[in-house]
C-alpha cells in the first residue's frame, strides 16, 4: 500500500455545509484539488494493423530527400513517446505501395491525450531490406484527468460519494487552529450504512497524524475490554483534543461557530474508475443510419440517448408536446416530403416540366400539392407497405391559403 498507492489521505469533516453535500454528494476543497488531491490519469491502448489493408503498406513518413513528409512525427511515421495530440494533428502515418503515397491518419478524439508507449508488434519480414518496415504496433495513450463535478470517490469501507462542487477554500468551514477539510461528507452516510469502521479510521488517522507514527489496521487487535476507540479515543484527549475527534468548527462565509461540534478527521480516500468524462453523451445532431435516417447508437460514434416509449409517455403525462416533437422529429429524422391532399398519396409526386412544380400523377394536377414535414421512417414503411400492395392515404386537411 505504502508503494503502490491508489488513493490520498484526506482530511474528512463529516458535516451538512451549504446543501451540496445532500445524500451521497460532497464537496471537495478546490484549493486541495489544485494542489494535485486525487489527480490520475487514464490510460486507453490501440492496435494499428496495417496487415489488415493488404500486404503493400507499412508505417514510413521520409521522403525521398531525407526530408519529414509530416513534421509533428517521426521517422517511422508513428508519434514519439511523450507527445501531446489534439483532434485533428497527426496521429500516424504510413506508406501506400498502390497509391505510392504517404496516409497520415488524424487523431480524433476530443480530449487532449499524450502517448506513453509506442510498442512494434511486426515487421514485414526479417530481411535486411525490410528491416524498418513496421507494420503493426501497439499505441498506448495516456489521459490526465482531475476531478470534475460527478466523478465518484469512495472510502475504503465502501462510503461512496459523487462530487458535487469544488468549493474554494475561502469559504470552506475552519477549525480553532486554522485547519479546512478536503473533503465534506453528509451525517446521514452513517447511521443507515453502519460504516462504523470509518469513525474510527478518522480517529486513528488523526492520532496518527498528531503523534507522527503509523497506525496498525491489522483486524482482531484490540476487542471488548481493549477498544480501538479508547485507544485512540485516549491519544486524542492527550493531545488536546475531544475524545471522539470532535473539533468546534466556524463557517467560512459568516465566520461565526456552529451550534453543534463537527467530527473532523484523516481518512484515506481513493478515486473511482466512474468517471463523467468516459460516460457523458450529448448530441443535436451527427451520424445516422443510411436505411432508416434514424441516429445511431454508441458513445463512441457520436450516437444518440435512446428515447423509448416510456420515456415518450413520461413526456405525455406532463403535456410537454413540442419537447416530444423536438426529440423524435427535429433531432431524429425529420422529412419535407410532398403530399397531395386530393388522394392522400406521398409517392405519387413527380416533378412538372411545364410550371416547374410537383403533381400527382394521380390526380394529374399540381393543385392540391402541399409539403409536410413527418418523420422519414414513416416515408419508411408507406414503401415497405407499397412493395406488398398496401396503399396508405394520408388524411391532411388544408386551408386555401397553404396550397403552393
Known amino acids: 500500500m505504502d508503494e503502490y498507492l491508489i488513493g490520498t489521505n484526506a482530511i474528512v469533516a463529516v458535516l451538512a455545509y451549504t446543501g451540496y453535500d445532500m445524500e451521497d454528494a460532497m464537496i471537495i476543497n478546490k484549493s486541495a484539488m489544485e494542489r494535485g488531491l486525487k489527480h490520475g490519469c487514464v490510460y486507453k491502448s490501440e492496435l494499428v494493423d496495417l496487415n ?4 503493400h503498406f507499412w508505417f514510413s513518413n521520409i521522403l525521398n530527400e531525407n526530408a519529414l513528409h509530416v513534421k509533428n512525427l517521426d521517422k517511422d511515421g ?10 485533428g494533428d497527426p496521429y500516424y502515418c504510413y506508406w501506400s505501395e498502390l497509391t505510392k503515397n504517404f496516409q497520415v491518419v488524424n487523431y480524433k478524439n476530443n480530449e487532449e491525450a499524450i502517448v506513453d508507449t509506442v510498442a512494434i508488434l511486426g515487421v514485414i519480414d526479417n530481411n535486411a531490406k525490410n528491416a524498418e518496415k513496421i507494420n503493426r504496433v501497439h499505441i498506448r495513450l495516456r489521459y490526465n484527468r482531475k476531478p470534475v463535478r460527478g466523478d465518484k470517490f469512495s472510502s475504503r469501507h465502501g462510503q ?5 462542487q469544488l468549493y474554494p477554500q475561502i469559504n470552506m468551514p475552519f477549525t480553532e487552529s486554522g485547519m479546512t477539510p478536503d473533503i465534506i461528507i453528509n451525517p446521514n452516510a452513517f447511521p443507515s450504512r453502519m460504516t462504523i469502521a470509518m469513525l474510527i479510521e478518522s480517529m ?24 480501538a476507540v479508547d485507544e485512540f479515543g485516549k491519544q486524542l484527549l492527550a493531545a488536546g483534543y475531544n475524545y471522539y475527534g470532535n473539533e468546534p468548527m466556524y463557517s467560512g462565509i459568516t465566520g461565526e461557530e456552529f ?29 445516422i443510419n443510411a436505411l432508416t435516417r434514424q441516429p445511431i447508437k ?7 440517448i ?4 416510456m420515456e415518450r409517455d413520461a413526456l405525455l403525462s406532463h403535456g410537454t408536446a413540442y419537447l416530444i416533437k423536438d426529440r423524435l422529429l427535429n433531432c431524429s429524422d425529420s422529412h419535407n416530403t410532398w403530399l397531395c391532399t386530393a388522394c392522400g398519396s406521398i409517392h405519387s409526386a413527380v416533378p412538372s416540366p411545364q410550371n416547374k412544380k410537383w403533381s400527382c400523377r394521380f390526380c394529374n394536377t399540381d393543385k392540391f400539392m402541399v409539403v409536410v414535414a413527418l418523420p422519414y421512417v414513416t416515408r419508411f414503411l408507406v414503401s415497405e407497405l407499397g412493395a406488398v400492395n398496401i396503399r396508405t392515404v394520408f388524411d391532411v386537411s388544408v386551408k386555401e391559403s397553404q396550397y403552393l
Open 52 to 55: 489488415e489493408m493488404g500486404d
Open 78 to 87: 508513428l508519434p514519439g513517446v511523450g507527445q501531446r495530440l489534439n483532434k
Open 160 to 164: 461512496k460519494g459523487t462530487l458535487s
Open 204 to 227: 486513528a488517522g488523526k492520532a496518527g497524524s498528531i503523534y507522527g507514527k503509523m497506525v496498525d489496521s491489522t483486524p482482531f487487535n484490540y476487542n471488548e475490554e481493549h477498544s
Open 259 to 287: 451550534r453543534a461540534d463537527v467530527f473532523f478527521g484523516v481518512v484515506y480516500y481513493q478515486r473511482l474508475r466512474h468517471l463523467v468524462l468516459d460516460k457523458y453523451q450529448v448530441r443535436t445532431d451527427g451520424p
Open 298 to 304: 454508441g458513445r463512441k460514434r457520436g450516437g444518440g
Open 306 to 309: 435512446r428515447f423509448g416509449e
